[in-house]
């Protein structure tokens, strides 16, 4: 009993999220970009000492993105005059939602829910103004140690996996594509449990394997009854896993904004560059009330050794090609999306230069 109580506490951090407010200092002026080289911007607005009120709605509460919560906790955004209010959307559906419906004024997601909205047909299409992670941030966990784990072990095996459609599921099908293994025939993947529930599952005996995010990956870890194999992070390469985006009218009415949020989110992106696991385990601390912080260290360290988090914000078409080729690979794409459309890096080229 004492075990299911800590998986499901420890996995309720990542599906549950929080709801965060940040105070204000007074802002600090930035230089905000009227260049793109995808897509123009407007003449931005004229400086202001009022502060900039944002609602921030998130895909989930997650270690994985640490640069963010060293962001808010390290006073990045009071410095840059942001007034930050940090919604979770409990799954990129919903917080696509919000972004759409005026609810969230940023999303942050995977940036394939930008592409399925402007394949649906939109005159307001939103726009990936700066990529945090460039890793898938799941693991693969097997009910034994498997120092010499292959991909080929899966073959004939139950894996309990994601949604069909969402990022984890399709990194996972791009993985065993990649090694000539055919998701649908060579193995049997379980995707009838609730996110955040596949560890709980698997903890009672569920599958052979599970796909799991942290921290419920350590989790299983912790209690013995699941040990890491293999990351999907470092088997499927740079992928741009989440970005944040805006609805274009958003980015065009209030470019100063968007300037000043992603200056803070650079900021956090050079502090996790620049300090150890311990150190942004230390800042992030409030942010996982409910985590130990030998656990929050440890997960930190996990995704630190895998070069999770990118030096800059700046979403490269390299990437974008990639995401889509992943989407194509799964059958989740029926046409493919031209960069310039849904990406616009005038913004982390400015945070990224101001350094």
Not at 12 to 27: E, F, H, R, V, W
Not at 289 to 294: A, F, L
Not at 322 to 351: C, H, M, W
């Amino acid at each position: 009993m004492k075990k299911q109580l800590l998986i499901t506490a420890l996995c309720g951090i990542l599906a549950i999220g929080t709801m965060i407010g940040c105070g204000q200092k007074s802002p600090t002026p930035s230089s905000p970009t009227t260049e793109s080289p995808g897509r123009e911007t407007k003449q931005p607005e004229k400086a202001s000492s009022k502060k900039q009120k944002i609602t921030l709605n998130e895909v989930a509460h997650s270690i994985f993105y640490a640069p963010m919560y060293v962001a808010i906790e390290e006073g990045y955004f009071e410095e840059e005059g942001i007034d930050l209010l940090l919604v979770t959307g409990f799954g990129a559906d919903k917080t696509m939602t919000a972004v759409l419906s005026g609810d969230a004024d940023i999303g942050f997601m995977g940036s394939e829910a930008s592409i399925y909205t402007y394949l649906g047909g939109t005159d307001d299409p939103v726009i990936n103004f700066a990529q945090l992670t460039q890793r898938a941030g799941n693991f693969l966990v097997a009910r034994e140690p498997m120092e010499n784990f292959q991909w080929g072990d899966l073959v004939g095996r139950n894996v309990l996996g994601g949604r069909k459609g969402g990022m984890p599921q399709m990194v996972f099908e791009y993985i065993l594509h990649k090694h000539n293994i055919n998701p649908a025939s060579d193995l049997t993947i379980d995707q009838s449990i609730d996110f955040g529930s596949t560890a709980a599952a698997f903890s009672g005996g569920q599958g052979d394997f599970t796909i799991e995010f942290e921290p419920s990956a350590t989790a299983l870890e912790k209690e013995g009854t699941g040990y890491v194999v293999a990351s999907l992070g470092v088997d499927s390469g740079y992928v741009p896993y989440t970005a944040f985006c805006a609805k274009n009218s958003f980015i065009e009415e209030r470019p100063e904004a968007i300037q000043k949020f992603t200056n803070a989110l650079q900021k956090g992106m050079d502090f996790v560059n620049s300090h150890s696991p311990e150190e942004i385990a230390l800042s992030i601390e409030n942010q996982f009330s409910e985590t130990e912080i030998d656990t929050i260290t440890t997960i930190v360290t996990r995704y630190y050794e895998q070069e999770t988090w990118k030096e800059n914000l700046i979403f490269e078409e390299q990437s974008f090609t990639l995401l889509q080729n992943i989407l194509e690979d799964s059958g989740e794409l029926k046409e493919r999306v031209p960069y310039e459309n849904l990406v616009n890096t005038s913004f982390a080229k400015t945070a990224a230069s101001n350094k």
